[in-house]
C-alpha cells in the first residue's frame, strides 16, 4: 500500500487536518525507523476505525503516549502509523468519597494529578520520567517506581481499562468499582504489555488521600550490605515508609547524598503527626545499628528526581555511551545484585544503581566510551544477574546498537502461551509487531 493512500484511507476516518507524513513526524522515530504516517484520533470510535483500516490492509501500528518510555522494548518488524492518543486527555469520572477516578490514556499524568489534587487525593504512581508520561503509557509499559514500596504497582491501582483490539473492537477489562472477584481479571493482560494485545482508551483506578507532610533520610551506611540490612529491617517493623532506597555511591553523588559508598534513602508521609512519630521510631530503629538519620534535601525536581535516576543524572554530562537497564532480584539480593554487577562491567563501563528494596527492582546505568563497551557491559550484567536467580531488562540504548540487542534477556516460561494468546487477538500481528518479549 501506497504512503498515498495510506494517508488517504486515514485522512477520510480522523479528517486530513489529522493526519500527518514525512518530516512532521520525525519524532515518533523508534531506534532508525520512521513510521509512514501518524494519525490523531479525538476520540473512542477515531481509534477503533483507525485499527480496522490497519487490520484490514495489515499495516503495523503503534500506539503513542508522550513517548516518555518508547525506548523499551525491540524495534517493531512493520512500523507504518503512529496512533497518537494525545488528544483523548479527559478525567471522565472522580468519586472522591469511594476514592476511583477514570481517565482517557492520552491525559498527561501531571494534568491527571492537578485534577485529583483539587480533592486532596492521587494517584501513587512515580515512574521515572513521569513528567512526560501519559496515563496510557505508563499502564502499557508497567514500569514502578519507589512508591511502590507503600502502594504498590499499577496492577494493585487499576480496576478496568476500556481498550481497543486489533480489529476495531472496543472491550472493557475489569470494573468501574473496588470489589472482590472470583473471575479472570483480565485488566493484567494488558498492564505490561507494551501495546502488543490492544490499545488502551480508558482507565478506572484508584485513589489515595495526598499525604499533607513528606519527609526523607539518608541512612548512611559504609556498605551496601550493610545498609540492605537495615532497610529488609525497617520494611519488617510496624514503620509504613513510603520509600526504601538502596543507592550506591555515584547515584549519592549525583542526588547531593552524604559522601559514603552507600546509604538508605526512607521517605515517610502522612498527617505531621504520624509522620513525626514514625520518624522517631526510625531514629530508634537507626540508633539500633549505631547509625544516625541525615534529613533528606530533594534536589531540583524534587521527589521525582529520585524517581528518574539515572534516567536523568545530573553527574553524566552527555558525552560518551548510555545504557539504561532494569534487574529484578529477590529483596534480599539487591546488595550482592549491585555489588556483582559492578564488578562484572568494571573493565568497560562506569556503573551507577538504585534499588527499591521492597520490589527487588535495581535500576541502573552504564557510561561507556563505546557501542562494543556499552554491549559488552549488558551481557557481562546479564550472566553476573543470571548467577544470583535475576533477570535484566534493557530500557535505553544508543539507537543504532537497539537493534542487536536483546532487549528483554530471558524468554518466559509461560512464552507458548503469550504467543497463542497474541494470536488470538491480533492475527495479523498488527499491534506493535515484534516489539515484545520473544518477538510478540
Not at 329 to 338: F, K, Q
Request: charged share 20%; with cysteine; hydrophobic share 45%.
Amino acid at each position: 500500500m501506497t504512503d498515498s493512500s495510506i494517508v488517504e484511507g486515514l485522512g477520510e476516518i480522523v479528517g486530513s487536518e489529522r493526519i500527518r507524513s514525512g518530516a512532521e513526524i520525525a519524532s515518533y522515530r523508534l531506534g532508525l525507523l520512521t513510521p509512514r504516517v501518524a494519525a490523531f484520533p479525538e476520540n473512542e470510535d477515531d481509534v477503533a476505525r483507525l485499527l480496522a483500516f490497519a487490520c484490514r490492509e495489515g499495516l503495523g501500528v503503534v500506539p503513542w503516549g508522550g513517548g516518555a518510555h518508547q525506548s523499551v522494548g525491540a524495534i517493531p518488524a512493520r512500523y507504518d502509523v503512529a496512533i497518537d492518543l494525545g488528544r483523548m486527555d479527559r478525567l471522565i469520572e472522580h468519586e472522591p468519597a469511594d476514592m476511583t477516578a477514570t481517565a482517557q490514556a492520552g491525559i498527561r499524568m501531571a494534568e491527571l494529578d492537578r485534577c485529583l489534587e483539587r480533592h486532596d487525593q492521587f494517584l501513587p504512581l512515580d515512574p521515572p520520567l513521569l513528567s512526560r508520561a501519559t496515563l496510557g503509557g505508563l499502564l502499557a509499559s508497567r514500569l514502578s517506581g519507589p512508591l511502590a514500596c507503600r502502594y504498590g504497582t499499577a496492577r494493585d491501582l487499576i480496576l478496568g481499562l476500556r481498550i481497543a483490539q486489533a480489529d476495531g473492537t472496543v472491550i472493557r477489562a475489569g470494573s468501574k468499582v473496588v470489589k472482590n472477584a472470583s473471575a479472570y481479571d483480565m485488566t493484567k493482560l494488558y498492564l505490561g504489555s507494551y501495546g502488543t494485545l490492544g490499545v488502551i482508551l480508558e482507565a478506572t483506578f484508584r485513589v489515595h488521600p495526598r499525604p499533607t507532610v513528606e519527609k526523607g533520610w539518608w541512612i548512611a551506611v559504609p556498605d551496601l550490605e550493610s545498609s540492605l540490612a537495615v532497610g529488609i529491617c525497617i520494611l519488617r517493623s510496624s514503620l509504613v515508609p513510603s520509600r526504601t532506597e538502596l543507592v550506591d555511591g555515584p547515584a549519592l553523588r549525583a542526588l547531593g547524598g552524604p559522601p559514603t559508598d552507600s546509604a538508605l534513602l526512607v521517605s515517610i508521609a502522612g498527617v505531621a503527626e504520624a509522620v513525626q512519630g514514625q520518624a522517631s521510631d526510625l531514629a530508634l530503629l537507626a540508633a539500633e545499628f549505631g547509625l544516625t538519620l541525615v534529613e533528606f534535601q530533594p534536589p531540583e525536581g524534587g521527589w521525582a528526581a529520585v524517581a528518574d535516576f539515572p534516567w536523568i543524572n545530573p553527574a553524566f554530562s552527555g558525552t560518551g555511551r548510555r545504557a539504561i537497564w532494569r534487574a529484578n532480584v529477590l529483596p534480599t539480593e539487591c546488595a550482592r545484585a549491585m555489588r556483582d554487577v559492578r564488578q562484572a562491567v568494571d573493565r568497560w563501563a562506569e556503573a551507577t544503581m538504585i534499588a527499591s528494596v521492597s520490589q527487588g527492582a535495581v535500576r541502573g546505568a552504564f557510561y561507556a566510551e563505546s557501542l562494543e563497551a556499552i554491549g559488552q557491559s549488558l551481557a557481562a550484567a546479564r550472566e553476573a544477574l543470571k548467577a544470583i536467580g535475576g533477570i535484566l531488562v534493557i530500557l535505553e540504548v544508543p539507537d543504532s546498537l537497539r537493534s542487536e540487542c536483546d532487549m528483554w534477556g530471558v524468554v518466559p516460561s509461560a512464552s507458548g502461551l503469550m504467543q497463542r494468546l497474541k494470536a488470538a487477538v491480533d492475527p495479523k500481528r498488527i499491534l506493535n509487531p515484534g516489539r515484545f518479549v520473544n518477538g510478540m
